[in-house]
């Protein structure tokens, strides 16, 4: 796992990080787009659906047959390729259908993505997934650039966060370690070792997959 020795609190405006330090290893554990479903034991629900740290924030009925819950880095650039496509298919068949529901949990692999977590939970649980939607969707302005906190600042204002409200935020410690815990419990516990992750009813299926994968695992769960 990378460790987050290099991440320091913001300052003056500034966000401290280092951008060799963000890029190494996000790129080696982001899951290949054609990575096939991991060859390991599935998870029972029961030991997924266990409080941890942060709660969940669901998207869906949450008495749906299917529960699915996708371990992502916000700086994984496949992570974004699956909610820039399979995702809004995924939503449209069977969370805004009742069918399934769905929640993200954070799994940084640099101090960027923390951050970036950080902020979407700063936002409050309505506004949450939102922001890790737009955060997404505008990758390449904030988490492959020279000036990480200004591309991110520039579109959380667009969420409407101030700057104040962003330090505000990236200085809360406590925060910053329950988003480590999140992520530590699912290497440890759920042998999450890249991302995107999925545990569908606790059945596993890694990487950037595409909607007929997902309809796979869950058609038959909703017979």
Same mark, same amino acid.
């Given at each position: ?5 290099? +991440? ?14 963000? =890029? $190494?290893?996000?790129? /080696?554990? %982001? /899951? ?14 029961? @030991? ?18 299917? =529960?699915?819950? @996708? &371990?992502?880095?916000?700086? %994984?650039?496949? %992570? ?5 496509? =399979? ?8 969370? #805004?259908? !009742? ?15 923390? /951050?970036?977590?950080?902020? !979407? ?11 890790? @939607? $737009? ?11 020279? *000036? ?5 600042? !520039? ?13 505000? %935020?990236?200085? #809360?410690?406590?925060? &910053?370690? *329950?988003?480590?815990?999140?992520? #530590?419990?699912?290497?440890?516990? +759920? ?21 007929? @994968? ?8 909703? *017979?």
């Amino acid at each position: 796992m990378t460790q987050f020795s290099n +991440f320091k609190f913001p300052k003056s405006g500034q966000l401290l990080l280092s951008r060799r330090a963000f =890029t $190494l290893g996000a790129a /080696a554990l %982001c /899951a290949s787009a054609t990575l096939p479903a991991l060859a390991q034991s599935n998870v029972p629900l029961a @030991e997924l659906m266990v409080p941890a740290a942060l709660p969940d924030n669901w998207v869906g009925n949450k008495d749906a047959k299917v =529960t699915i819950i @996708e &371990y992502a880095s916000l700086t %994984c650039s496949h %992570c974004a390729a699956f909610h820039e496509t =399979t995702y809004k298919e995924l939503k449209k068949k069977y969370l #805004d259908t !009742g069918k399934a529901r769905m929640s993200v949990r954070e799994f940084p692999f640099d101090p960027l993505a923390t /951050a970036g977590f950080m902020l !979407g939970r700063c936002q409050g649980p309505e506004k949450r997934e939102a922001m890790i @939607e $737009l955060l997404f969707a505008n990758q390449r302005v904030w988490a492959f650039t020279d *000036k990480p906190f200004e591309g991110l600042l !520039g579109l959380v204002r667009q969420a409407g966060m101030s700057e104040a409200d962003v330090e505000k %935020c990236l200085k #809360d410690k406590e925060l &910053y370690e *329950k988003i480590g815990q999140v992520r #530590d419990l699912g290497s440890q516990k +759920f042998n999450v070792r890249s991302t995107p992750t999925f545990f569908i009813n606790g059945t596993i299926l890694v990487g950037n997959q595409g909607m007929a @994968e997902f309809e796979k695992i869950i058609e038959p769960m909703l *017979k």
